[in-house]
């Protein structure tokens, strides 16, 4: 089903409200509903925009065989719609071991060139824990110090890589900590680069799980957290060759499996957040705390591979309704997605899913196109559950007498275009 377009009953709903609309559903074949907005965040446009619902698939009573795993925390994430499949106790704080080397490195990638060369100082070579062979003096590039950093786990590396890109541990870890906000991680405050536990370093399953979510946006990352042994060819020949080897056992076991980082200290246990694909579909799981964090990452995937699906309910700038405007010289405007509208619902349940489409009252002109103008909600039952914004797909500007006789003429020399006139 992923992919998928719903076979769906059309419905429109005739709440109050004085704007004409007219839903495309019989072209998507997805259940629509209209209702005008309610109390809502104002947007940059200075009109109200859509509150978006926490991000989350209720699963129904009788749900077969939810998954078992031994985590204290876990949590399971659609990486294409970002929607919560699966979560156990995933919005507690908690100690994140060696999965804070996710942010360090999305911020390395974000502040620095692969290329650029990085001189190894003598208190990042000798920092303690897990490492990879450094000395102090030597220089390798970003991208080197990357990969030892994401394979072998290499918390000298972390530093160095630190203090390379702000000056000091200190200040990259401050730069974390603003990019962590940035994703929407509301309880993470990292204390250092690495992951080393220490008092106040805590995140949680689901802000980890948005963490992992953007760095397979950046296709470094991907491919590195996804290489199973890799050899760096450094300066001094067969002396300069560093062999890595990624932690992530589930890249040998798991079909589909894309890594990501694993973690493990005393203070969090063992600690593994990956990734998975099949069938063009992505998961994001993360397990913290875990007696066996491989299996339990393997039963949420697999979990979520067999019983949901992605249903794509329309394109991003395709039109999903049509609305009148007032005050236009157009009497009514298309609005499309911001955005590809996927939903990932129970697989069961796809057939039963419907969306509702949510309007600023009233849509006046002027309009620049790509301006938000509403919603457009997921439905399933009772619940929403993803909600996009829905923007102008045409400029409409303001009427007046003389844009109205100018479309009037030009429409007429169309006509008669047409009839091979004039």
Not at 45 to 64: H, K, W
Not at 248 to 265: I, P, Y
Request: with cysteine.
């Amino acid at each position: 089903m992923a992919g998928g377009r719903p076979a769906l009953r059309r419905h429109v709903s005739r709440r109050p409200c004085r704007l004409a609309v007219l839903l495309l559903a019989a072209a998507l074949g997805v259940t629509g509903t209209v209702a005008a907005a309610g109390a809502h965040a104002a947007s940059d446009d200075g009109l109200e925009a859509r509150a978006e619902p926490a991000p989350i698939v209720s699963v129904p009573v009788g749900t077969p065989g939810l998954p078992r795993v031994t985590a204290a925390a876990a949590i399971l994430l659609d990486w294409r719609t970002g929607q919560v499949l699966y979560a156990k106790n995933a919005y507690r704080p908690r100690a994140p071991a060696s999965t804070t080397k996710i942010l360090a490195a999305i911020v390395v990638l974000e502040n620095a060139r692969l290329n650029e060369k990085v001189k190894v100082s003598q208190y990042a070579a000798w920092t303690p824990g897990s490492h990879m062979p450094l000395e102090p003096g030597q220089e390798l590039t970003v991208g080197e110090l990357l990969w030892g950093i994401l394979l072998r786990s290499a918390n000298n590396g972390c530093v160095a890589v630190a203090e390379h890109i702000a000056g000091s541990e200190r200040a990259f870890v401050e730069m974390m900590n603003r990019r962590a906000a940035q994703l929407g991680c509301r309880k993470t405050h990292f204390r250092n680069p690495h992951g080393i536990s220490v008092r106040n370093h805590y995140t949680t399953g689901f802000d980890l799980a948005l963490m992992a979510r953007y760095a397979l946006t950046l296709p470094a990352f991907e491919t590195i957290v996804r290489t199973r042994e890799a050899t760096l060819e450094l300066d001094g020949g067969d002396e300069g060759l560093m062999r890595l080897s990624n932690t992530n056992r589930l890249l040998w076991t798991f079909s589909g499996a894309e890594g990501v980082k694993t973690g493990t200290t005393d203070a969090a246990g063992k600690c593994l957040v990956a990734s998975a694909t099949r069938n063009g579909r992505r998961l994001v799981s993360v397990v913290l705390a875990s007696a066996d964090r491989y299996a339990d990452t393997a039963e949420l995937l697999e979990w979520g591979f067999d019983n949901f699906a992605t249903v794509r309910i329309a394109r991003a700038g395709r039109p999903l309704a049509t609305v009148g405007v007032s005050g236009g010289l157009e009497r009514r405007v298309h609005l499309a997605p911001e955005e590809e509208f996927w939903v990932a619902v129970p697989s069961w349940t796809a057939d039963s899913l419907g969306f509702e489409v949510h309007l600023v009252e009233p849509v006046k002109a002027p309009l620049r196109r790509g301006q938000v103008v509403g919603w457009a909600e997921a439905v399933l039952g009772d619940g929403v559950v993803r909600a996009v914004n829905l923007v102008a797909a045409d400029d409409v500007p303001v009427w007046t007498p003389e844009r109205a006789l100018l479309k009037g003429l030009l429409e007429v020399l169309r006509v008669l275009s047409r009839l091979g006139i004039g």
